[in-house]
């Protein structure tokens, strides 16, 4: 019995041992953990902090041993002897005498100067108050006495000025004394000043507390701590090379304007800011965590968080780039999207379809558009032959009643006439949009059609009424009219027609066939199914409907237009923050990885893979451009950005503002209309980039050069528009790249007696000026016109100037060519350019030299007089 | 009795120090600071191999726009120039490169070709761009002969 108690009682203490040791022990852990397991920023601040000492010693050392190479021991000992001796000079028994004279000197002269400066103060008060009774009373007594005021004045005036260059001239006696030693001092201070600061930096870096760096941004309640182990990441000079302690990188664009202790890191690179225990965990890549950290040029998706407009924003490239592309493909057509809502549709008006097209190339079209061209923008809709032939019979009903081809082969023109048509093709430089052959489109954002085979699609009276006033068929064309006579058009068309024609055509009804009822009513059900009309203008179907999915976004509602037409497709202002659990990956599921922007990419690479019943065409996109286009769509979030970061574009900023945006008004804008100067050049924010903004043209240009250049374009930036710079190229740049020739300038502008080029100065002298833009240059007048100019010239070759610029024969073709620039530029426009061409446009090639004024006085004296005389 | 307790206390105060021990061997840093800081200046230099993409890439991107136009868009001089006297320095010739060193390079684009003792047919870039594009230039210039 005793026995057992005795076992079970040694039972209970081992027991009480075992769980108190593992008391014990957890409570330490608990502790240690908390203390250190789950704080590796800890363990990372530390390493930042040792790095960062290694770093400043290097420094020190480096300083240490510049100061050695230039000698600064030998240079310190030898200041420091100058001191000594400075010191004893200046203790020596005759400076002090000569000091304590000059001291003596100093007070009684500032005594003396003080008296008379009080002396001249009562008399300026006798003066003022004789003048008021003068003024007063007239009397001839008080003249008398300010008169003689005036004398006394005169002479203390005089005295005093005597007096105070006295004084002057014994302080400068007396400081001339102590400038030596103060100099030695200072050149002292500053040989050992850069030794000091790095190691003053050296202390001051062991001091560093070790904490948690959270930025908290209170108007959204969002926090992130990212800097607690990304702890180097805005410093000036980088500690390390390695994760997480570089710096980040450009940061002299990306964090001078988003200090990362204001904005945090994750409005722009996502991930778990909040996250502390591990780099997966804050980096985001753990389940269920939708938001996975962006980094490299998928970051730059985030710029579309807060800024309206990205147009030039430094930085943000890659997404300028690739939402190019949403206007490319018209994506807002069938999906809603904000900012997009005024932009034109990306397809031509199909109402009278009929009567510009072959119907066999109608319905080889509808089934597959890039088996006509390769760069064709239309996507696939996988319709049968049967549905396109529906579909076709739709559109041919709404102008006629057959299916209908010509053949333009048949009847041969004249080669005289196709002769003059291909001079006029070329002088008319339709290659600038149009593709012909893999050759031309070098303004690529405009996506004209490619015309290679054009022969065989088009008839040829419907060409004819389409060169000679596009915006009759289809107004919202970019095509210009190009002014030509009917004779000049019959010879383009000619031309055209036979030139491009595709060789392995069928036409199957050159005889025509009427078209059938019932296939018309399956056509119409089709186009309203798959939303031609999202693209396309079709009668009847201008206000059509379709409501798909749609998202409200929420968040930044002033970026949006309320009157938003209801899209076909689902709207995509928040797709890029919609939950994952929310996508419908359908048969994908178990194929491709769970998340957001793997589902966006899919879906663009095949638009209907992931269930049965999908209506969104295939855009046989290439890779690069899904890439792109999936990085924009991740940007169109409903973050809670506040209100405060949000940059909006100018558009927005006049709509809060309630003022109309800028609109091109009167007669400009009727030629606008019909030239389409902005499918080339950009006037206030409106238009393409391709060719020179026009926005301060009157103050740039001259008026006499204007009216000759648009009577006869010439050659000015030989090089430059040639760049395929975006990568959207369809085709080899044409060899010669003008402005084409409108024929401006021979006609009348409709409602008025004034020609286009007339309208066009008008406007450009009226409205396009710049206050920054000087009318003249600075004169000096110590220097002969000669003189300056010469000095000029010697600036331009000094600089290399030639090297890009072409004056006569001589120089290079990057920069235009400046033989008769005294006769296209204005001076002021010129000397400003000079100072900042950053300034008209962000990227231009031009560098900064930097010159001062006179030399930019110089240059422009040089330059305006390169004039070619031409009558 | 007593000696079985005794022995008991001691494997108690055994295990304790045991898991003590482990608990201390799970502790950062034991490993020393010296060998620490030889991985970090190890993972340093990986890193900077890691790094030079972005470098690559800005600095291709710039080539591309400022520098192509007359030493062509693969960097061997052979850009759309009219007849440039001397020709613009070709980058995909190694030994060439080789006499170059990064800091003159740097000079030659900030300061323009002059004011490394060249022709003044190359402007001075210094004023346009900052210091670390002007790096990212550099990194792509050299990235250009080394393969």
Same mark, same amino acid.
């Given at each position: ?42 363990? =990372? ?34 200041? %420091? ?50 003048? =008021? ?63 000091? %600061? ?14 948690? +760096? ?9 926090? !992130? ?33 988003? !200090? ?48 309206? !407009? ?196 069928? =036409? +199957?009804?050159?005889?025509?066939? %009427? ?37 409200? +976004? ?141 926005? =301060? ?74 206050? !920054? ?99 | ?71 062509? %868009? ?74």
């Amino acid at each position: 019995m005793a026995n057992e108690n005795n076992n079970n009682s040694s039972l209970r203490v081992y027991l009480f041992v075992f769980f108190s040791v593992l008391l014990l022990a957890l409570s330490i852990w608990v502790v240690w953990d908390d203390e250190f397991g789950l704080r590796p920023w800890k363990k =990372y601040q530390e390493d930042y902090k040792t790095l960062k000492h290694d770093k400043l010693e290097r420094d020190y050392k480096k300083a240490v041993v510049e100061f050695e190479r230039s000698g600064g021991h030998k240079r310190l000992a030898e200041l %420091e002897a100058k001191l000594d001796k400075a010191e004893t000079a200046f203790k020596s028994k005759e400076t002090q005498e000569k000091m304590a004279r000059l001291n003596k000197q100093l007070d009684a002269a500032h005594d003396a100067l003080v008296v008379s400066q009080q002396e001249l103060r009562n008399l300026r008060g006798q003066f003022l108050e004789t003048e =008021y009774y003068f003024t007063k009373t007239q009397q001839p007594e008080y003249k008398v006495k300010m008169d003689q005021l005036q004398r006394q004045i005169d002479a203390i005036g005089l005295r005093v000025a005597a007096q105070q260059k006295s004084e002057d001239s014994v302080k400068g006696s007396l400081s001339a004394i102590m400038v030596t030693k103060a100099g030695i001092q200072g050149e002292i201070a500053k040989l050992q000043n850069p030794l000091e %600061e790095a190691k003053e930096k050296i202390t001051k870096n062991n001091t560093v507390p070790v904490e948690i +760096k959270q930025v908290h941004i209170a108007d959204v309640d969002k926090a !992130d701590r990212c800097q607690s182990c990304h702890i180097g990441i805005d410093a000036k000079s980088q500690v390390s090379a390695v994760q997480p302690f570089t710096k980040h990188p450009l940061s002299f664009i990306y964090l001078e304007r988003h !200090d990362p202790t204001k904005f945090g890191c994750t409005f722009c690179h996502r991930g778990q800011g909040r996250a502390t225990t591990s780099t997966e965990k804050a980096h985001g890549n753990v389940k269920h965590w939708d938001e996975p950290m962006l980094v490299g040029d998928m970051t730059q998706t985030s710029c579309l968080n807060c800024h309206g !407009d990205i147009k030039n924003l430094r930085g943000a490239e890659k997404i300028v780039n690739s939402t190019e592309l949403i206007k490319k493909y018209g994506c807002y057509s069938c999906h809603k999207i904000p900012g997009y809502e005024t932009v034109g549709d990306v397809g031509p008006v199909l109402t009278e379809v009929g009567t510009k097209v072959n119907y066999s190339w109608e319905v080889k079209w509808l089934m597959d558009p890039q088996s006509y061209s390769s760069t064709a923008r239309m996507p696939k809709f996988y319709f049968t032959q049967d549905q396109a032939e529906s579909m076709a019979d739709y559109l041919f009903s709404m102008s006629g009643t057959t299916r209908h081809d010509v053949d333009n082969t048949k009847n041969k023109p004249d080669a005289k006439l196709v002769e003059a048509g291909k001079a006029l093709w070329a002088q008319s430089r339709c290659n600038l949009c149009h593709v012909t052959g893999g050759r031309g489109g070098n303004n690529v954002k405009i996506y004209a059609p490619e015309l290679s085979k054009v022969g065989s699609k088009v008839n040829k009276e419907w060409l004819f009424r389409w060169i000679k006033n596009p915006n009759a068929y289809n107004p919202g064309t970019k095509m210009p009219r190009f002014r030509l006579t009917d004779e000049e058009i019959n010879s383009l068309v000619a031309f055209i027609t036979t030139e491009f024609q595709d060789e392995e055509v069928e =036409y +199957k009804y050159t005889q025509p066939v %009427e078209i059938q009822a019932a296939s018309i009513v399956k056509g119409k059900e089709l186009i309203q199914k798959y939303g031609c009309y999202g693209c396309h203008k079709l009668q009847g179907m201008e206000d059509m409907v379709q409501v798909a999915p749609s998202l409200k +976004k929420q968040g930044i509602t002033f970026l949006r237009n309320a009157e938003m037409r209801e899209k076909i497709g689902m709207e995509l202002s928040s797709i890029g923050s919609k939950p994952v659990d929310m996508l419908d990956f359908g048969k994908m599921k178990k194929v491709i990885s769970n998340d957001r922007l793997t589902y966006i990419k899919q879906k663009l690479r095949d638009p209907r893979g992931y269930r049965l019943g999908l209506r969104m065409p295939n855009f046989r996109l290439p890779e690069s451009e899904i890439n792109q286009l999936a990085s924009v769509l991740y940007g169109f979030t409903d973050a809670n950005v506040p209100t405060r970061f949000l940059v909006p574009s100018r558009q927005e900023l006049d709509r809060l503002a309630g003022v109309q945006s800028y609109k091109f008004t009167g007669d400009f804008a009727k030629v606008i209309a019909d030239v389409k100067c902005t499918n080339c050049h950009s006037i206030r924010g409106i238009g393409a980039d391709y060719a020179p903004d026009l926005s =301060y043209a009157g103050s740039k240009l001259q008026e006499g050069w204007i009216r000759k250049f648009l009577a006869n374009p010439d050659v000015i930036r030989p090089l430059l528009q040639q760049m395929p710079k975006f990568g959207f190229t369809s085709g080899k740049p044409a060899a010669k790249i003008t402005m084409p020739k409108f024929n401006l300038g021979q006609q009348k502008v409709e409602d008025t007696n004034r020609t286009d080029v007339d309208v066009v100065i008008n406007f450009f002298q009226q409205e396009l000026v710049s206050n !920054d833009i000087p009318k003249k240059i600075p004169v000096i007048p110590a220097m002969t016109m000669t003189e300056q100019i010469s000095k000029g010239k010697s600036l331009y070759d000094d600089k290399g100037c030639k090297s890009c610029h072409q004056i006569g024969t001589e120089g290079g073709a990057i920069g235009p060519n400046l033989t008769n620039v005294g006769n296209r530029l204005n001076p002021g426009f010129i000397f400003k350019h000079l100072e900042n061409a950053r300034k008209f446009k962000p990227d231009i090639v031009e560098p900064n030299y930097g010159f001062t004024e006179r030399e930019r006085i110089y240059l422009t004296n040089f330059l305006m007089t390169l004039k070619l005389d031409t009558k | 009795m007593q000696k079985t307790i005794q022995i008991r206390k001691f494997a108690v105060v055994a295990v304790l120090s045991l898991l003590v021990i482990v608990g201390c061997g799970k502790k950062p840093g034991t490993s020393g600071k010296a060998d620490r800081k030889q991985a970090m200046s190890a993972a340093d230099s990986a890193a900077m191999a890691i790094k030079i993409p972005f470098a690559l890439k800005e600095g291709k991107r710039l080539f591309s726009h400022y520098c192509a136009i007359c030493h062509g %868009e693969n960097g061997d001089g052979s850009g759309q120039y009219y007849g440039l006297t001397p020709s613009p320095a070709n980058f995909t010739d190694k030994a060439f490169m080789k006499t170059l060193s990064n800091e003159m390079l740097f000079k030659a684009i900030m300061g323009g070709s002059a004011s490394v003792g060249k022709s003044n047919m190359c402007p001075p870039w210094g004023k346009s761009f900052h210091g670390e594009e002007l790096e990212f230039i550099v990194t792509y210039i050299r990235s250009l002969a080394a393969n």
